[in-house]
């Protein structure tokens, strides 16, 4: 309808203070006139059980509309008429709605009702469940707190201090602001400061205790370390003695033997894992430190924890440069410098692992202050001692050290520098001591020849010095040709070698041969030699001393190849470098005084028996065919002397020996021409003397087997004075002295004086001899004219 499009929209004016069902009479108004929805006006009345009161807007909007529709009736007849239709059409279907609107309200109602019961019950229910769900959720937060909590005490009871920290961590951030319940929470917040400084506490009072105890530790794992570089070192010389062993068996060219040198393995030096635990070798363990600077770290006093623990170790490193001035340093000085160095492999292990606990920075200036003190001791310790041997021992633990401490990478120099610098001083200690040894073990000889009964005396006083002459075995019981002195002598020779190159090596040095050889060289001509010559000038009375000094000193000589081979083997050098370097025999001195010493003694003999000649006829009618008595006697002692003494004296000493007491009885034959004892003699009593002086070349010549051609032939030299001078005065020609060239070839070892003087004794016997020996008379004058002439000539020369 048209009038129908024509409807405005009513909008109600509420004034204040209008009561609630003038209001929704209004709104209701507003809404029908505005053709919107009553339906939630009708929903709202049968909800609140009063829907009279809609109907009763109804009826009052209908009356007030009334006039409105008869204004609107009478201005639109027809659409009133129509209008009236509707209305009356809409008030049948109001009825029917009133109708249908209480019978579903009482539908409404009675199915409402229980509905509405069931509802209140079931929101009761809902929040008694959420009650319930939120009581049961905080149960559940305080049992896991609880369990956090309990998991903490039980961590703590075992001192699992980290799991501890994590548990209570977890309850600061996780359930702190969570806990329902204030007890709780203010329990929380004083108890977790309390735990967290209990275990501070606990973990400080264990890293003190570890403190202490690594001091023990560490001076047990310097001892056990050093021990070990010892042992390396030992098996090092093994395989060195081994080498040599070799080496020489292959200079004697025994080809059939085939040596190898086997290593053996490293026995794992630092024995120590990564994670700071010991793996049976090296028995320290660092869980203590590194567990108090991770819990430190956890409780943020990481940067605190470093200072203590580098403060504490440096006290302790302080406390260890202590030198005991009751205890001698020899005997404190293991510990000293073993404590120093399980200190620093601590200090290495720490570094390694630690996380940076300690800086290299700082573990190196501890290092530089160990190194520092550690010269001062011994700088101060070796200017006081006065035995080699104490200073051998410190040196060679301080030379361990120093091993110990570069094999983990800290510089030793300094320590070696020391050792080299007290190198004079250990010598000449040395020597002191090896010069009284030798003059003990000369003191204590009997010079007797050393009697061997087992072949261990045989390799320990014979092969083990390479005194042997033959590589045969004698047989045993054995009579060696030197006395006990000589091994005695070598051992203490030896064992100044040993000891020299002991103290010369592992000091830095690689090439010290010649330094052992200098020193070696002294001990044998300062003090070897000079001990032996003093003997030789105080302590021997016989000719069996002498012969056996005399021996005893040819064997020195073979010990003194022994010597300088045996320094560079222990050196390092080869044989054929030693040899080639060799020099001259360093007892000369001894051993010429020896000899000499045995030729006066012989001379002294052979004189007793000289002493005869004082009973030669000088002026003998006929010449004797079978020599002079003392000629006899000498050779008879000559000969007895050879047989002894090729016991005991080499072949050389014994051809010097001889040599030397012949050209004394050659002088003696001629002194006793030349002395004032003999006033005449004859031309017999020199073909006498002829006859003892070829006995004596006999004898001479007759050593040949013994010694050799050459060697026999300077024996018989020995007698050329004596023998040119008979054989001047038995010559037909005399004043073929006068001659140089003759001379120089046949009358080389006279003397032209001593000829003048003994030619002027000699006197012709012809006056006696009668004529019937014409032809001889006419001979001697001839020979006795060239004899005055040669006086003559020779005494104008003069």
């Known amino acids: 309808m048209n009038t129908s499009k024509m409807r405005r929209k009513v909008v109600p004016a509420v004034e204040n203070g209008d009561s609630a069902d003038k209001l929704d009479q209004l709104l209701l108004s507003a809404a029908i006139c505005n053709g919107e929805d009553v339906g939630p006006f009708v929903r709202k009345a049968f909800a609140s059980g009063k829907p009279e009161t809609v109907l009763h807007h109804l009826r009052h909007f209908t009356r007030s509309k009334e006039s409105e529709i008869e204004d609107v009736c009478r201005a639109h007849y027809e659409d009133f008429i129509t209008a009236v239709d509707d209305l009356r059409s809409l008030l049948s279907d109001v009825d029917s709605l009133k109708s249908s609107l209480s019978n579903s309200n009482t539908q409404l109602q009675s199915a409402a009702v229980p509905l509405l019961t069931t509802l209140d019950s079931f929101v009761e229910a809902r929040n008694k469940c959420k009650n319930i769900t939120l009581a049961i959720q905080s149960l559940r937060t305080c049992v896991n707190l609880i369990e956090l909590c309990s998991r903490a005490n039980r961590h703590l009871s075992e001192n699992h201090f980290y799991m501890a920290l994590k548990c209570v961590d977890s309850i600061e951030s996780e359930f702190m602001n969570k806990t329902p319940s204030s007890t709780l929470r203010r329990m929380l917040e004083k108890q977790i400061p309390e735990i967290r400084s209990h275990i501070e506490r606990k973990i400080n009072k264990e890293f003190g205790d570890w403190l202490v105890e690594i001091r023990v530790v560490s001076r047990n794992l310097g001892q056990l370390a050093i021990g070990q570089a010892s042992a390396s070192r030992q098996r090092e010389e093994e395989l060195r003695i081994k080498q040599r062993q070799a080496e020489e068996q292959s200079r004697l060219s025994l080809r059939d033997c085939v040596y190898a040198l086997e290593e053996e393995d490293d026995d794992g030096f630092n024995g120590i894992s990564d994670d700071g635990k010991d793996n049976g070798m090296l028995g320290f363990d660092l869980t203590p430190l590194y567990r108090a600077y991770h819990i430190n770290q956890t409780l943020g006093l990481e940067d605190r924890f470093k200072k203590y623990y580098f403060e504490n170790r440096k006290l302790q490193l302080t406390s260890d440069f202590q030198v005991s001035s009751m205890t001698p340093f020899l005997e404190s000085h293991q510990t000293f410098f073993a404590q120093i160095a399980g200190f620093f492999i601590v200090e290495d292990r720490v570094l390694r692992t630690g996380g940076g606990l300690?800086?290299?920075m700082e573990v190196e200036n501890l290092w530089d202050t160990a190194m520092s003190k550690m010269c001062s001791v011994l700088e101060d310790q070796f200017s006081r001692m006065q035995t080699a041997n104490h200073l051998l021992l410190i040196k060679d633990y301080v030379s361990l050290l120093g091993v110990t401490l570069r094999?983990?990478?800290y510089p030793v120099e300094a320590l070696l520098d020391v050792l080299s610098k007290h190198r004079d001083k250990y010598h000449e200690l040395l020597l002191s001591d090896c010069r009284k040894q030798i003059t003990e073990a000369l003191a204590a000889d009997k010079f007797e020849q050393m009697y061997m009964k087992k072949e261990y005396e045989y390799s320990m006083n014979v092969l083990s010095f390479q005194l042997q002459t033959s590589n045969i075995m004698p047989a045993f019981p054995y009579v060696a040709p030197f006395s006990c002195k000589v091994p005695d002598c070598c051992r203490i020779v030896r064992s100044f070698i040993e000891d020299s190159v002991s103290f010369m090596s592992h000091g830095g040095q690689l090439d010290f041969y010649d330094v052992v050889k200098k020193y070696l060289d002294r001990l044998l001509t300062e003090v070897l030699d000079g001990a032996l010559l003093k003997l030789i000038n105080t302590s021997i009375g016989g000719v069996t001393q002498a012969m056996q000094m005399a021996a005893n000193m040819a064997v020195f000589e073979r010990a003194c190849d022994f010597f300088f081979?045996?320094?560079a083997q222990l050196s390092g050098i080869p044989l054929r470098m030693a040899e080639r370097g060799r020099r001259l025999f360093p007892l000369t001195k001894?051993?010429?005084?020896?000899?000499?010493?045995?030729?006066?003694?012989?001379?002294?003999?052979v004189d007793g028996f000289l002493l005869l000649i004082e009973n030669v006829n000088w002026m003998v009618d006929d010449p004797l065919q079978g020599g002079n008595e003392y000629v006899h006697e000498v050779i008879i002692f000559l000969e007895t002397l050879v047989s002894t003494a090729q016991q005991i004296l080499p072949v050389q000493v014994l051809k010097r020996v001889l040599q030397d007491v012949l050209f004394h009885i050659s002088e003696m034959i001629v002194g006793a021409l030349l002395g004032e004892s003999v006033k005449r003699f004859n031309?017999?009593?020199?073909?006498g003397l002829d006859v003892d002086i070829r006995m004596l070349e006999s004898f001479a010549e007759n050593q040949a087997p013994l010694l050799s051609e050459a060697d026999a032939s300077q024996l018989k030299?020995?007698?050329?004075?004596?023998?040119?001078?008979?054989?001047?005065?038995?010559?037909?020609?005399?004043?073929n002295f006068l001659n140089p060239v003759i001379r120089e070839r046949s009358y080389n070892a006279l003397d032209y004086r001593k000829v003048v003087t003994i030619s002027e004794k000699m006197r012709d016997q012809s006056d006696r001899l009668f004529g019937s020996f014409g032809t001889r008379g006419s001979k001697q004058n001839t020979k006795k004219k060239s004899l005055d002439a040669l006086i003559k000539r020779l005494k104008d020369v003069n």
């Open 683 to 687: 031309m017999n009593a020199i073909m």
């Open 717 to 735: 030299a020995a007698l050329a004075e004596s023998r040119q001078l008979v054989n001047l005065l038995l010559s037909n020609h005399p004043e």
């Open 407 to 409: 094999r983990y990478g």
């Open 358 to 360: 300690v800086s290299k």
């Open 590 to 605: 001894a051993r010429d005084a020896a000899e000499d010493l045995l030729s006066g003694l012989l001379k002294q003999k």
């Open 565 to 567: 081979r045996h320094a």
